[in-house]
């Protein structure tokens, strides 16, 4: 069983609005931070959003601030990535993160379970 699966990736012009959804099963969600992480092409993946347990803290990477938008929901098990205003530069595998550590270290040794990403393609 995948603990984590991503969907609503896909390709949008610049400018564009993607909505991305990461559903969790097989573990206690609400007791996990939960992030999203990107990798393009040729790059290391990194970090781009950070949302705690309960849900009312945020931390996003700075090329990120004021476009993207997480958010989650322990009810359903649910968290979600709005991105608004994509560039180009956007363009990348997108994976779901739940890591118990991961709000503090943002950082890919933080998490504990990964997706399999979706992918984002942003053309100009």
């Known amino acids: 069983q995948v603990p984590l699966v991503e969907s609503g990736g896909g390709s949008v012009q610049t400018g564009g609005s993607l909505r991305l959804s990461c559903a969790a099963s097989g573990f206690t969600f609400s007791r996990f931070t939960m992030g999203w992480f990107r990798q393009a092409p040729g790059k290391e993946r990194e970090f781009v959003a950070v949302i705690s347990m309960s849900g009312e803290s945020t931390y996003y990477a700075d090329f990120v601030k004021d476009r993207f938008t997480i958010s989650r929901d322990n009810d359903k098990n649910t968290m979600t990535l709005q991105m608004n205003t994509l560039k180009p530069e956007d363009t990348a595998v997108y994976y779901c993160?739940?890591?118990?550590?991961?709000?503090?270290?943002?950082?890919?040794?933080?998490?504990?379970?990964w997706g399999r990403g979706t992918q984002v393609t942003v053309s100009a």
């Open positions: 993160a739940a890591g118990r550590g991961l709000y503090l270290s943002r950082r890919s040794q933080a998490v504990d379970y």
